[in-house]
């Protein structure tokens, strides 16, 4: 998942020129001060195209990162077993492969 961090606040016509610049619409425009600010809408829309810090502008003012412990499993179930199901059975079997690879790195770690 994309963490996206503006650095500083971005306001008037630059917030403007930002939201305008995301092509998937990743940031919005909000009420700041009499005036108004950009904000993130939401970063699970972005696709890390770059297209806000390609502009000199926001280059320092936009921080670009990955949100490195995030992860989104979607599960389709076509046949028989509901999609509850499946996801047990492959909790299972990553179980299964995890104790396997933990038990070979504690035969090595004793040698």
């Known amino acids: 998942m994309p963490d996206i961090e503006l650095k500083e606040t ?3 016509d630059d917030a403007k020129e930002l939201v305008k610049t995301c092509p998937l619409g990743v940031f919005d425009i909000e009420d700041y001060k009499g005036g ?3 904000v993130v809408k939401n970063a699970f829309d972005c696709t890390m195209c770059r297209e ?11 921080e670009l990162g990955k949100v490195r ?3 989104i499993f979607t ?3 076509v046949g028989m077993l509901t999609p509850v199901e499946i996801f047990k059975q492959s909790l299972q079997i990553l179980r299964e492969k995890a104790l396997h690879h933990y ?9």
């Open 103 to 111: 038990s070979f790195f504690d035969e090595k770690k004793g040698k």
């Open 10 to 12: 971005i306001k008037g």
């Open 69 to 71: 412990n995030h992860h």
């Open 75 to 77: 599960i389709e179930a």
């Open 36 to 38: 108004s600010k950009a």
């Open 52 to 62: 806000c810090i390609r502009n000199p502008k926001f280059t320092d003012k936009i």
